[in-house]
């Protein structure tokens, strides 16, 4: 008999995003946030595909005032500091904020806060700040009504942002390129918890963010990128 209060177990591995990193060697900046293929960190040419991708879709210029939701340990954040005035970080993991200041933080402008999103959204006190979003390889593990929350504050809250990079989703209707057997249960596709977190068609992402108030348009993704079978990202725009 369960003698404690916890929640049983589930029948599939979840992801503690802080305590993974902790285990992980404190240099290996990519293997902390699970940017691996077969274990090994992914290469220069990969993170240079995400750099490029988000500075044109996001249309960055030397005025904005980037906010990044979910940003890990900033290993990718940092590479797009030259590309913005000035920048915040903010993530749920203790130990990637504390990697993340230890190694990126550019006092005073280039900084990092630990904070769930959703809370984060809700309370920051001058979110007119910012122009512009990014969320990267983090959304699908943001629960629904923590996605909601982040949808909508950035909508009615953050006026000034114009448009919303959200990527990596993994994409609902191309499961099957990702899982060729042992294709998970639907618990686990829809749990904020699970290893990759939420899957979500481009249909129904697109409808997650209209009922927020924002016009999704999807980026096809270049040929190249190790994801790019079955992830998917995402420019939000009034
Ligand atoms: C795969 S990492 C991506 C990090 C970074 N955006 C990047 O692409 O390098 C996912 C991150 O989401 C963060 N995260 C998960 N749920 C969160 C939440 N509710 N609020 C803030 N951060 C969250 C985790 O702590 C983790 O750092």
Redesign the pocket.
């Known amino acids: 008999m369960n003698t404690d209060n916890s929640k049983p177990a589930k029948s599939y591995p979840v992801l503690d995003?802080?305590e993974y990193a902790r285990s992980r060697p404190a240099d290996d900046f990519w293997g902390q946030?699970?940017?691996t293929i077969n274990g090994k960190p992914v290469t220069e040419e990969q993170i240079s595909l995400i750099v490029t991708s988000i500075r044109s879709n996001l249309q960055l210029h030397p005025e904005d005032v980037l906010l990044?939701?979910?940003?890990?340990n900033g290993?990718?954040s940092t590479r797009l500091f030259d590309n913005c005035r000035a920048f915040l970080g903010?993530?749920?993991?203790a130990y990637?904020i504390s990697v993340a200041r230890k190694h990126h933080e550019v006092l005073p402008d280039y900084l990092f806060l630990q904070?769930?999103?959703?809370q984060y959204v809700l309370s920051e006190a001058q979110p007119q700040r910012f122009s512009k979003v990014l969320?990267?390889?983090?959304f699908s593990?943001?629960s629904e009504d923590?996605a909601h929350t982040v949808l909508q504050t950035l909508f009615e809250r953050f006026s000034q942002v114009q448009s919303i990079y959200i990527g990596?989703l993994p994409d609902r209707d191309r499961l099957d390129l990702f899982y060729k057997e042992n294709r998970p249960s639907d618990a686990e596709l829809n749990d904020h918890a699970s290893r990759i977190g939420i899957w979500r068609s481009q249909e129904e992402f697109a409808k997650l963010a209209s009922e927020a108030g924002w016009q999704a348009r999807f980026i096809n993704a270049n040929a190249q990128f190790y994801a790019a079978h079955y992830r998917y990202d995402t420019i939000l725009s009034r």
């Not at 990044?68 to 890990?72: K, N, P, S």
């Not at 904070?115 to 959703?118: K, S």
């Open positions: 995003h802080d946030i699970k940017r990044d939701l979910a940003c890990g290993a990718l903010v993530d749920l993991s990637l904070q769930a999103a959703d969320c990267y390889g983090s593990y943001f923590a990596n």
